[in-house]
T-cell receptor, first 118, second 112 residues
Framework: DTEVTQTPKHLVMGMTNKKSLKCEQH?????MYWYKQKAKKPPELMFV???????INESVPSRFSPECPNSSLLNLHLHALQPEDSALYLC?????????????????FGDGTRLSIL | AQSVTQPDIHITVSEGASLELRCNYS??????LFWYVQSPGQGLQLLLK??????LVQGIKGFEAEFKRSQSSFNLRKPSVHWSDAAEYFC??????????FGTGTSLTVIP
């Protein structure tokens, strides 16, 4: 059983739709991550939140908008996506020591949301 | 610049055979090293990690990895592969500079 829960598991949306992906963890982790993963490729980092503040934004297009309402929740708001945005979107969390979310803390991943853009 | 290399894109082994997946990293200081596994349709699961100390690390599911500084390697091993081990395996490295990198992954097929 995964300790990071992502909803929905699957999402199909048109290019004009607005939708949100949700991620929740109750491990007390203060770093949370969004990744995009294409088939047979490693995850690509999109955003990192450290203590509910955006710490890293890897030059992600503005049609992706992250939000961290509290230490347990992470959202990814989607608007006007393109077909090439179809992918598996993974959320992860880790302990965050002194504002350095990566360092030696392993990340715990959810099972992802499979997103398809029509 | 730091990088992680997994030279083998795809490996096929027979069930019961031994397994070694290769991982090489490029980093000046001692990195923090991880192996993750991803089964189809699932997220990534941590198999093991190395930070310091004993260079032979034991993980879950019968996996182990050995850190070899002289070779800049962190290869993953399992003495006897089970059909359920078929998955994608990712090596990853991080450092004190708040950076994290995945390798490109190795796809493992297990044949009966």
């Amino acid at each position: 059983d995964t300790e990071v829960t992502q909803t929905p598991k699957h999402l199909v949306m048109g290019m004009t739709n607005k939708k949100s992906l949700k991620c929740e963890q109750h491990m007390g982790h203060r770093a949370m991550y969004w990744y995009k993963q294409k088939a047979k490729k490693p995850p690509e980092l999109m955003f990192v939140y450290s203590y509910e503040k955006l710490s890293i934004n890897e030059s992600v297009p503005s049609r992706f908008s992250p939000e961290c309402p509290n230490s347990s929740l992470l959202n990814l708001h989607l608007h006007a996506l393109q077909p090439e945005d179809s992918a598996l979107y993974l959320c992860a969390s880790s302990q965050d020591l002194s504002g350095q979310p990566y360092s030696n803390q392993p990340q715990h991943f959810g099972d992802g949301t499979r997103l398809s853009i029509l | 610049a730091q990088s992680v290399t997994q030279p083998d894109i795809h490996i096929t082994v027979s069930e019961g055979a031994s397994l070694e997946l290769r991982c090489n990293y490029s980093y000046g200081a001692t990195p923090y090293l991880f192996w993750y596994v991803q089964s189809p349709g699932q997220g990534l699961q941590l198999l093991l990690k190395y930070f310091s100390g004993d260079t032979l690390v034991q993980g879950i599911k019968g996996f182990e990895a050995e850190f070899k500084r002289s070779q800049s390697s962190f290869n993953l091993r399992k003495p006897s592969v089970h059909w359920s081990d078929a998955a994608e395996y990712f090596c990853a490295v991080s450092n004190t500079g708040n950076q994290f990198y995945f390798g490109t992954g190795t796809s493992l097929t297990v044949i009966p």
